[in-house]
């Protein structure tokens, strides 16, 4: 069941902030945050385990609600190279490591 | 170590033929997945290895796509009689156990 991600897409000047959210219908294990630049690979920037804690990336932390199977990525003071599409990739519990990701939110940052 | 490697990293073929992939993962990492990516959308999964040990496998997959990894090591993906709805960037990614995934710079596939 593939997580759903919003916004879809967000256009911030510097220094804004911006929060992205996710949510799957399924019970979850883990949540995993990727970010994705034009032409390139995705890049991790971090996971939230179940019974775990926020978790943090430079300016980018997340959290991660068990009971409502949702968790949230923000980008605080963001700065150009955090332009990209995020995703979201989540672990179902009880199941094997996949990872299935959301479509992505497409994040621009101008000056 | 560098990374995750694949190759090669463009691949043209005709629809009908047979094309295959090498991804080599990060060299301690267990795990090793495919994915296939199209424009707008995030990476869609494939399979996945644990050592040598295919795992699973999407219900999406057609029996014309098979994926090794022989010795724990590399992984091959072929497929099958290619049709032009396989063109898409196909993505290999390694980790250690269920931890961050590390994506290979992707294979992009265009079927005429």
């Known amino acids: 069941q593939q997580p759903v991600q919003s916004p879809q897409a967000v256009i911030l000047r510097e220094g804004e902030d911006a929060v992205i959210n996710c949510s799957s219908s399924k019970a979850l294990y883990s949540v995993h945050w990727y970010r994705q630049k034009h032409g390139e690979a995705p890049v991790f920037l971090m996971i939230l385990l179940k019974g775990g804690e926020q978790m943090r990336h430079e300016k980018i932390s997340a959290s991660f609600n068990e009971k409502k199977q949702q968790s949230s990525l923000y980008l605080t003071a963001s700065q150009l190279s955090y332009s990209g599409t995020y995703f979201c990739g989540t672990v179902e519990a009880g199941g094997y490591q996949k990872v299935t990701f959301g479509i992505g939110t497409k994040l621009q940052v101008i000056p | 170590d560098t990374g995750v490697s694949q190759n090669p990293r463009h691949k043209i073929t005709k629809r009908g033929q047979n094309v295959t992939f090498r991804c080599d993962p990060i060299s301690e990492h267990n ?10 959308q995030g990476p869609e999964f494939l399979t996945y290895f644990q050592n040598e040990a295919q795992l699973e496998k999407s219900r999406l997959l057609s029996d014309r796509f098979s994926a090794e990894r022989p010795k724990g090591s590399f ?29 290979g710079p992707g294979t992009r596939l265009t079927v005429t």
């Open chain 2, 75 to 103: 992984s091959t993906l072929e497929i099958q009689r290619t049709e032009q709805g396989d063109s898409a960037m196909y993505l290999c990614a390694s980790s250690f156990n269920s931890y961050e995934q590390y994506f």
């Open chain 2, 31 to 40: 795990r090793l997945y495919w994915y296939r990516q199209t424009l707008g």
